[in-house]
């Protein structure tokens, strides 16, 4: 595991990095997690074929509401923690990132190849959504953000290198929004792999962090800030390195994910990352 330093307006920020085991940094007052078998999608009889597999999961903030997406291209869900499953009305390919908003339990996106769905009522029904043109790559990574002025955020990490966000333009955030690749907006480089939204973006910090891999070269950890469009050291209030915190040289990521914390009055959060 390594440790590195980085600072996101003023407040310090311990990033664990985990690179093939994911350690969980718990308050003294809380007891151990655990899985049930009992709660697996896989062993409900009559839920999932043999052969297939879970791809990509995301649970809501009140904690019982989730969303599975499955290789024989269908998305589950759950209301109730796990016990029970039902299939949404998802229809696409096969999903290979889902994500659900922090603030809605019913706004959730799927991406599977280059296109993204969305439900903004728990699954019941899906629409697409793409800039102009479609997304030019494949999807990595989707990642829902609060809702903000007259939109809610967006954020899409694509194989060819591009990087989206649904979003005003800068400096107008409470404008119409847009799709706009703003991966050519300089001080960033690599193929994003994975992205989130602040716990505090809906509070005026506007920040995605994104983990990018160069080729043969670097993984690295970067700050993206919405409102202003500037990247890590082109934004001075983060206090950021040019093209973002080197992560791991030895070795090139090809997926990675991010958990960040809720808000917490604890003045260095920990942000647990993992890359293979």
């Known amino acids: 595991m390594k440790n590195k330093f980085l600072k996101i307006l003023g407040v310090g920020l311990t990033v664990a990095v985990l690179a093939s085991l994911l350690v969980a940094v718990a308050p003294v007052s809380a007891g151990n997690e655990a899985f049930s078998l009992d709660s697996s999608l896989a062993l409900i009889p009559g839920k999932l074929a043999a052969g297939t597999d879970i791809l ?20 589950w869900k759950t209301s109730d923690g796990g016990n029970n499953w039902a299939k949404t009305a998802y229809a696409g390919g096969t999903p290979s990132s ?28 899906f629409g697409t959504t793409s800039p102009t043109g479609g997304f030019a790559s ?21 194989s060819g290198g591009e990087f989206y966000v649904f979003a005003p333009i800068p400096g107008d955030i409470f404008g119409g929004y847009q799709w706009t690749n703003v991966k050519t907006s300089g001080n960033v480089v690599g193929t994003p792999l994975a992205a989130a939204f ?39 209030l983060y206090g950021a390195t040019s093209f973002g915190t080197v992560l791991a040289t030895t070795a090139l990521a090809t997926k990675a994910d991010i958990a960040l914390p809720a808000l917490t009055t604890d003045s260095n959060p920990y942000v647990l990352l993992m890359w293979h």
């Open 98 to 125: 889902v994500a659900v908003a922090p603030d809605s339990a019913d706004y959730v996106a799927v991406a599977s190849g280059t296109n993204l769905y969305i439900s903004m009522n728990g699954g019941i029904v």
């Open 138 to 158: 494949a999807i990595n990574d989707v990642a829902v953000g609060p809702a903000v002025g007259s939109g809610r955020n967006v954020a899409v990490s694509a």
């Open 56 to 75: 990509d999961i995301a649970v809501a903030a009140n904690g019982t509401t989730g969303y599975a997406g499955v290789s024989d291209n269908t998305v």
């Open 198 to 236: 602040s716990p505090s973006f809906a509070t005026g910090d506007y920040t995605i962090v994104v983990v990018t891999a160069e080729n043969a070269t670097a993984s690295r950890l970067n700050v993206y800030n919405t409102y202003f469009g500037k990247w890590n050291a082109d934004y001075a």
